[in-house]
């Protein structure tokens, strides 16, 4: 069964900070994975999506990498800014028949950008 | 477009209550979903659909029924509301041939109080 797992569950760094969070997953069996961000009392938004024959995808200060065959993918946010504050989720999409309908979804990194 | 919608925006029901969540859609996806999304617990699949007509159980299927009567439309309804389903609820939609290659569409959400 396909787990996916974001390591911290929240992290606090100061405005100008780079920072990389963290998704890995179980199976490598995957069409793609998809970044998320959601804020306080919201909705998601999609933020970049890999298809699993990628390696990287870049959204202005966004950048996010996939290893398929280690299972692991990480976003890597540039400058960071207090608006950058939101928890952030990963989610795959299964490639298994059968699986693929449903998105499994990490269950976030909660980030603080101070001032 | 408007994307994905959802009605209402918060409620408050007293134990026992009925009640129906709509979801709407106007980008003819063939899949739509409902989660819940509680502390600590993650994004959670209640039921999904594939097409009109068809509906699924997801892993927290129990005390919702839903119905997909119009493609653009997908209701969930609690026949007896309890308190352990106060959560915020959350569509979702994506199209068939963009199931291994496009990312999924979130509506903003529906907060619901049990009393």
């Known amino acids: 069964k396909q787990e996916v797992t974001q390591i911290p569950a929240a992290l606090s760094v100061p405005e100008g900070e780079n920072l990389v969070l963290n998704c890995s997953f179980t199976?490598?069996?995957?069409?793609?994975l998809q970044w998320f961000r959601q804020d306080p009392g919201k909705g998601l938004t999609s933020l970049l999506l890999i298809q699993s024959s990628q390696r990287e995808q870049t959204s202005g200060r966004l950048n996010a990498s996939l290893d398929k065959s280690s299972g692991r993918s990480t976003l890597y946010i540039a400058a960071s800014q207090p608006g950058d504050s939101a928890t952030y989720l990963c989610a795959v999409r299964p490639s298994i028949p059968g699986g693929s309908e449903k998105l499994v979804f990490g269950k976030g990194t909660k980030l603080t950008v101070n001032p | 477009n408007a994307g994905v919608t959802q009605t209402p925006k918060f409620r408050v029901l007293k134990t026992g209550q009925s009640m129906t969540l709509l979801c709407a859609q106007d980008?003819?996806?063939?899949?739509m979903y409902w989660y819940r999304q509680d502390p600590g617990m993650g994004l959670r699949l209640i039921h999904y659909?594939?097409?009109?007509?068809?509906?699924a159980k997801g892993e927290v299927p129990d005390g919702y029924n839903v119905s997909r009567l119009k493609k653009q439309n997908f209701l969930l309804g609690l026949e007896s509301a309890a308190p352990s389903q106060t959560s915020v609820y959350f569509c979702?939609?994506?199209?068939?041939?963009?199931?291994?290659?496009?990312?999924?569409?979130f509506g903003p959400g529906t907060r619901l109080l049990v009393l």
């Open positions: 979702a939609s994506i199209s068939l041939r963009g199931l291994a290659k496009t990312a999924q569409y």
């Open positions: 980008m003819n996806h063939e899949y």
């Open positions: 199976d490598s069996a995957i069409y793609n």
């Open positions: 659909s594939v097409g009109e007509g068809t509906t």
